[in-house]
């Protein structure tokens, strides 16, 4: 059973930068897709972004592209999330999630990590 503990989480100033990591442990496959998803009060879990171990490949939501970065330490079995000129909308619960086959069908989810971006 694979286990994903987030962290890094916390307040931050408009404009601001927060990195967010997601250890993971007991993993059972050789290969997973990571990703990284988010949900704000009142709205539903959406799509951050994603990188496959089995590749360099990375995939994003337009909303955070060429703001966010996706990156994987194999050694570490760590996640990690850098979010760069953070905006109030930013705001929400991210979580960490880790699929054998695709990223829109995980197979393990952390318990997630508040983010509040301050205007």
């Known amino acids: 059973q694979v286990q994903l503990v987030e962290s890094g989480g916390g307040l931050v100033q408009a404009g601001g930068s927060l990195k967010l990591s997601c250890a993971a442990s007991g993993r059972t496959s050789s290969s997973y897709v990571w990703g990284w998803f988010r949900q704000a009060p009142g709205q539903e879990r959406e799509f951050v972004a994603a990188?496959?171990?089995?590749?360099?490949?990375?995939t994003y939501a337009d909303s955070v592209k060429d703001r966010f970065t996706i990156s994987l330490d194999n050694a570490k079995n760590t996640v990690y999330l850098q979010m760069n000129s953070l905006k109030p909308e930013d705001t929400a619960v991210y979580s960490c999630?880790?699929?054998?086959?695709?990223?829109?069908?995980?197979?393990?989810w952390g318990q997630g990590t508040q983010v509040t971006v301050s205007s």
């Open positions: 999630a880790a699929a054998t086959c695709t990223i829109a069908r995980p197979n393990y």
């Open positions: 990188i496959s171990e089995s590749g360099p490949s990375t």
